[in-house]
């Protein structure tokens, strides 16, 4: 099965350091040993010295990713809701916003 990364095309929009997360690289080794592609001698150790199976490799892959996803998705509603006011911060109160009517209906 070949492997649908268009999540991944959301996290390099969204994510405000992608380009200089260390965990995006760690994604990328962690993803090409999986696959079989080429990791360079250096990574192999460090994977053989951390992991103890394809399956512990798998979580922590899936870890990263999600937490990344995460991060990304946060940035992403910040600033389509911005511009009304929405995620204003961690002290505002969503029932206040919702009681307010600033709430999208559909």
């Not at 990364?5 to 996290?11: E, G, K, L, P, T």
């Not at 962690?30 to 053989?48: G, M």
């Amino acid at each position: 099965m070949k492997a649908d990364m268009s999540y991944w095309r959301f996290v390099e929009e969204w994510h405000p350091k992608y380009s200089s997360d260390d965990r995006v690289l760690v994604c990328d080794i962690l993803f090409r040993y999986l696959e079989k592609e080429d990791v360079n001698e250096d990574d192999k150790r460090w994977i053989a010295k951390e992991f103890n199976s394809r399956e512990e490799i798998v979580h922590e892959l899936k870890r990263l990713e999600k937490d990344l996803f995460s991060e990304s998705l946060d940035i992403y509603y910040e600033q389509m809701f911005a511009s009304n006011g929405f995620m204003r911060g961690s002290n505002d109160n969503p029932v206040a916003v919702k009681n307010n009517k600033q709430c999208h209906k559909s």
